[in-house]
């Protein structure tokens, strides 16, 4: 199956060109030919500059979009080149990809969307810090009263979408933060989900852009959504 790698990029210039050379690296073992493409978010550092150096295939945003909108630009480019599959994969390095293949298996299997779990078994020895874990919970919890369906890792970037779900979401994608929002709305139109184990790294350059205040809004806004959504699906 044809199959996109989605890697979003802002200020990761110690990390893209270790994250694209892991996948060229993979592709040569891999049993499927995996294409990818970087969106640079509107870099204020030398991330561009680095992927064309390389001659990455990469889009250039001509402003900083957020995560949201940086993923969205990444399903749009597969939709509109026809790929069967579309995995999210980080551009920062924490993403495992030895586990690429796991999570198309599962697309091939029938599901509609898969999503890398930190959380449904002991295999990733990095779960994020002690609050994000707490947070993380939370949000679980909170897709399961709202659903009915527990997503162990409602925040996991590691994430592959067929056919159907890269079409709904290169024309709709929440704009900030948008995993647990995007998951629970596929929740309510049926899509068939499943999770997979698979380890993730820590960050080794660089600094996540979520800091602790941060992580309150986060809380706050995603929560909100996520009832937003159950409600929307409870009215229709």
Do not use: W
């Amino acid at each position: 199956m044809k199959t996109l790698l989605i890697i979003p990029a802002y200020n990761e210039e110690l990390n893209i060109e270790k994250t694209v050379n892991k996948i060229i690296k993979y592709n040569k073992k891999s049993k499927n030919q995996i294409d990818y493409v970087v969106i640079n978010d509107g870099s204020t550092d030398e991330t561009l500059n680095v992927c064309r150096k390389n001659n990455y295939n990469v889009i250039p945003l001509i402003k900083n979009l957020g995560i949201g909108g940086a993923v969205q630009t990444g399903y749009k480019y597969a939709y509109e080149n026809d790929y069967d599959i579309a995995i999210q994969f980080d551009g920062d390095g924490q993403h495992d990809e030895n586990y690429i293949d796991i999570l198309i298996n599962e697309i091939e299997k029938g599901y509609d969307f898969v999503i890398g779990s930190r959380f449904v078994s002991e295999l990733s020895k990095f779960k994020s810090t002690g609050t994000r874990r707490f947070g993380i919970k939370i949000l679980s919890l909170l897709i399961k009263i709202c659903t009915g369906k527990k997503i162990y890792d409602p925040t996991s970037g590691f994430r592959a979408a067929n056919k159907k779900v890269i079409k709904i979401f290169a024309k709709n994608y929440p704009t900030e933060y948008p995993e647990p929002e995007s998951t629970t709305d596929l929740i309510r139109k049926k899509f068939k989900i499943t999770e997979v184990p698979v380890e993730m790294h820590k960050r080794e350059q660089g600094t996540s852009s979520i800091k602790p205040l941060k992580s309150i809004y986060y809380m706050f806004s995603v929560s909100i959504a996520i009832i937003i959504t159950s409600i929307n699906r409870e009215g229709k």
